[in-house]
């Protein structure tokens, strides 16, 4: 399966380079992922979309897929992502949104950065641009420990919607379990909106929670590497900017994906 999506992507990107870069050059920089996820909520940046609230009844699918070329001096991702819900939506069935992104980044040393356009297709259209900025930090303070901060300056490019920047981090670690060891970290973020991104500037939201992975190593790595994810996450959102249902409200996750 890894070959043969390498081979079909090898080829277009020949193509598309107008035979710049040789099927040998790109062969063995080519990556991928595919997952979905039943979430309790969509959450966009602070905002409950759906008004849940303490609400878990009515859960929302999420499916995504995107494929990567590293061609040394930078790395280029396309993908697109998708929301369902046991309604009618704009799209067409079950079908509420759907999302086509494609970005670049690079490495600097220890920091990433990554610029991503995205287009929203959800009955209008909506385009975003994503600026973000990583720092790997492994083994700064102590070995085995990293807290991975980051940056994302999120712009929606239609006129007066404005920014949000999320500062975050992801302290992670493994735990093992003899066969099977599951991966463990404690995403957290703050967020603050300008240009009248939330309906006041300044603090819009924080959010901290808990995600764990777990390898399915009983799938033959031909069919790529598989994980089984969960996660929960606990938003406090400031009423003024968000007018959220609920300020304060817990989250809950769990999907499947995979990469080659």
């Not at 890894?2 to 790109?26: D, F, I, P, W, Y």
């Not at 999320?166 to 003899?178: M, S, T």
């Not at 300020?247 to 990469?259: C, E, I, K, P």
Request: aromatic share 14%.
């Amino acid at each position: 399966m890894k070959r043969l999506c390498q081979g079909v992507l090898m080829s277009a990107a020949v193509l598309a380079m107008n035979g710049h870069a040789t099927a040998e050059q790109l062969s063995a920089n080519v990556s991928g992922s595919a997952g979905a996820e039943v979430s309790t909520h969509f959450v966009l940046y602070g905002t409950d979309v759906w008004a849940q609230g303490e609400n878990w009844s009515r859960p929302s699918v999420f499916a995504w897929t995107d494929v990567t070329l590293d061609f040394g001096a930078f790395d280029v991702t396309n993908g697109v992502w998708f929301e369902l819900r046991d309604q009618t939506g704009p799209l067409g069935g079950a079908i509420q949104e759907v999302d086509w992104y494609i970005g670049a980044g690079k490495s600097f040393g220890r920091v990433r950065a990554d610029v991503t356009f995205q287009a929203w297709h959800y009955g209008p259209v909506e385009n975003v641009l994503d600026v973000a900025i990583g720092f790997d930090d492994s083994d700064l303070l102590f070995e085995g420990f990293a807290l991975n901060p980051s940056v994302v300056a999120h712009t929606r490019l239609s006129a007066g919607q404005g920014t949000v920047f999320v500062f975050g981090i992801e302290p992670g670690w493994a735990i093992d379990l003899g066969a099977q060891p599951v991966s463990l970290s404690i995403p957290a973020s703050i967020a603050f909106g300008v240009d009248d991104f939330f309906m006041e500037d300044g603090y819009g939201y924080a959010s901290v929670g808990l995600a764990a992975g777990l390898p399915l190593t009983f799938i033959p790595e031909e069919y790529g590497a598989w994980e089984l994810t969960a996660s929960t996450t606990y938003y406090f959102t400031d009423e003024d900017a968000l007018g959220n249902p609920e300020d304060n409200f817990l989250t809950g996750a769990v999907g499947v994906g995979m990469s080659f």
